[in-house]
């Protein structure tokens, strides 16, 4: 009866979900390496203590759990001993201790070439989640009056609308909190945040500093109005998601304001 073979499972290469798994990786790695340090070769020889072992075992098991059994850096690495060299009978005790000395910087160089290997997987991972869109508008925490309306219109590539729908949301949520219907785009904000009598302040207008801050405040709602606002009910500029996206955490500052101004009188 003919033997059957095992199959060989294909080789796997370890997919991350997030920079802190990665992380994680990085730092039981780098614990190895320390061991590896602290390793007395020597002694451990001469007294047959099992360090050596244990820090081998130790290594196995890490690369193991970090880039999974089917990976390419578990199947090169999963038979690393501490030992560089070729083996020979009848080696006295300073050829021993040389081949494992020489084993542990030879494994101490493996190990940080794993670790260099993972840092570059952040690096990657990291570039790919900073222009995700989906990761800017779930992490940035921006105002729900601008993300309401924007997100899904970015999400389906279409940003610059979103950047007008964005400021169109502003302009209404600034009527909503002064209770000034009869008046839209910059007038609306002049009257709204004016240095001498608004009817939404910033701060307290209690000296220069707090007015200064009321009238630059007030030029930036204008500008949002008459830059963004207004461009966009004639034609979407053109540009990178990311000057998009810029426009889009300017809106959600402005909105943050409104949301936190006092009012200062009844319209």
């Given at each position: 009866m003919a033997i059957k073979r095992s199959e060989i499972p294909p080789v796997e290469i370890k997919q991350f979900q997030s920079v802190d798994e990665i992380d994680r990786g990085i730092?039981?790695?780098?614990?190895?390496?320390?061991e590896l340090e602290e390793l007395n070769i020597i002694d451990t020889y001469r007294k047959n203590s099992g360090a050596k072992e244990v820090v081998t075992s130790n290594i196995h098991e890490t690369i193991l759990e970090v880039f999974g059994p089917n990976s390419p850096e578990y199947q090169e690495h999963k038979h690393l001993r501490l030992w560089a060299g070729q083996a020979s009978f009848n080696m006295n005790e300073a050829e021993c201790i040389k081949h494992e000395q020489g084993g542990r910087i030879q494994t101490i160089g493996i190990i940080r070439g794993l670790i260099a290997r993972l840092k570059e997987k952040r690096e990657e991972f990291e570039a790919d989640e900073g222009l995700s869109p989906t990761s800017y508008f779930d992490q940035m925490k921006l105002h729900h009056r601008i993300v309401d309306v924007s997100r899904e219109l970015f999400m389906n590539s279409h940003?610059?609308?979103?950047?007008?729908?964005?400021?169109?949301?502003?302009?209404?949520?600034?009527?909503?909190?002064?209770?000034?219907?009869?008046?839209?785009?910059a007038d609306l904000m002049r009257q709204v945040f004016s240095r001498k009598n608004p009817i939404l302040a910033l701060n307290d207008l209690s000296d220069q500093t707090d007015l200064d801050e009321q009238e630059g405040m007030m030029h930036l709602f204008e500008g949002a109005a008459l830059g963004i606002r207004n461009p966009g009910a004639h034609s979407f500029p053109k540009g990178p998601e990311q000057r998009a996206i810029e426009y889009i955490s300017l809106l959600s500052l402005l909105a943050y304001r409104v949301q936190e101004a006092k009012p200062r009188k009844s319209p």
């Amino acid at each position: 009866m003919a033997i059957k073979r095992s199959e060989i499972p294909p080789v796997e290469i370890k997919q991350f979900q997030s920079v802190d798994e990665i992380d994680r990786g990085i730092a039981r790695l780098e614990r190895r390496v320390t061991e590896l340090e602290e390793l007395n070769i020597i002694d451990t020889y001469r007294k047959n203590s099992g360090a050596k072992e244990v820090v081998t075992s130790n290594i196995h098991e890490t690369i193991l759990e970090v880039f999974g059994p089917n990976s390419p850096e578990y199947q090169e690495h999963k038979h690393l001993r501490l030992w560089a060299g070729q083996a020979s009978f009848n080696m006295n005790e300073a050829e021993c201790i040389k081949h494992e000395q020489g084993g542990r910087i030879q494994t101490i160089g493996i190990i940080r070439g794993l670790i260099a290997r993972l840092k570059e997987k952040r690096e990657e991972f990291e570039a790919d989640e900073g222009l995700s869109p989906t990761s800017y508008f779930d992490q940035m925490k921006l105002h729900h009056r601008i993300v309401d309306v924007s997100r899904e219109l970015f999400m389906n590539s279409h940003p610059w609308e979103a950047v007008f729908a964005g400021s169109k949301a502003l302009i209404n949520y600034v009527k909503e909190r002064s209770g000034i219907h009869n008046l839209d785009g910059a007038d609306l904000m002049r009257q709204v945040f004016s240095r001498k009598n608004p009817i939404l302040a910033l701060n307290d207008l209690s000296d220069q500093t707090d007015l200064d801050e009321q009238e630059g405040m007030m030029h930036l709602f204008e500008g949002a109005a008459l830059g963004i606002r207004n461009p966009g009910a004639h034609s979407f500029p053109k540009g990178p998601e990311q000057r998009a996206i810029e426009y889009i955490s300017l809106l959600s500052l402005l909105a943050y304001r409104v949301q936190e101004a006092k009012p200062r009188k009844s319209p």
